[in-house]
């Protein structure tokens, strides 16, 4: 199936925007549902949101209105558009699949 690679991470002003991303190899996504988790330093992994094979999205009321998780099939990439960004919003963000599957993460950090 493969694995999962995340980018797109780095350093944000709060009230900013990221967008992170989530590329497959070895799998093709189109027939998956997949989602994004977040940790933050010393808490638990956490569920931010997830899109189905359908297109159907469902996400956390920590993030909703502001997150929007889309996927491009072709380019077997899914995405995370992150708005009005917040400190708390800081954590290691992770990609996962249906399959099982979870990549490395990417750093996202929100400060002044």
């Known amino acids: 199936q493969g694995g999962l690679v995340e980018s797109g991470g780095g350093l944000v002003e709060p009230g900013g925007s990221l967008r992170i991303h989530c590329a497959a190899s070895g799998s093709t996504i189109r027939f998956y549902g997949m989602s994004w988790y977040r940790q933050a330093p010393e808490k638990q992994r956490e569920f931010v949101a997830i899109?189905?094979?359908?297109?159907?999205?469902a996400y956390a009321d920590s993030v909703k209105g502001r997150f929007t998780i889309s996927r491009d099939n072709p380019k077997n990439t899914v995405y995370l558009q992150m708005n009005s960004l917040k400190p708390e919003d800081t954590a290691v963000y992770y990609c996962n699949s249906d399959y099982g599957a979870w990549g490395q993460g990417t750093q996202v950090t929100v400060s002044s």
């Open positions: 899109i189905t094979n359908g297109g159907s999205t």
